[in-house]
Nanobody, 125 residues
């Protein structure tokens, strides 16, 4: 019923930029919690950014604060992650996740998210 498809990943040099997209089908992003996670080889999955679409509140991990921006285009059923000033440590598989409990967006654990995309690889060298 719900499908999330990430795109926009690739290989870039340090200080470069990428914009990841997460397109939803069979689902509406209006008043949802939308999040980006990433996982590097041998490391735990970590939350990168999330947005509670009902309130517009956003959250960013300290490691990406000031460099990444999460946004949503509800008309296009798409959430974005604009990544600027990329660093080698940003290299990871990036996953889009969604959950209707937007009011609990900040408190949701990764396992709480009901829907996940397939991931898109970001490599910074």
């Amino acid at each position: 019923q719900v499908q999330l498809v990430e795109s926009g990943g690739g290989s870039v040099q340090a200080r470069g930029s990428l914009r990841l997209s997460c397109a939803a089908s069979g689902y509406t992003y209006n008043r949802n919690c939308m999040a980006w996670f990433r996982q590097a080889p041998g490391k735990e999955r970590e939350g990168v950014a999330r947005i509670a679409t009902g309130s517009g509140n956003t959250y960013y991990a300290d490691s990406v604060k000031g460099r990444f921006t999460i946004s949503q285009d509800n008309a296009k059923n798409t959430v974005y992650l604009q990544m600027n000033s990329l660093k080698p440590e940003d290299t990871a598989m990036y996953y889009c996740a969604a959950d209707p409990r937007w009011g609990l967006c900040i408190g949701l654990m990764s396992l709480d998210f009901g829907h996940w995309g397939q991931g898109t690889q970001v490599t910074v060298s």
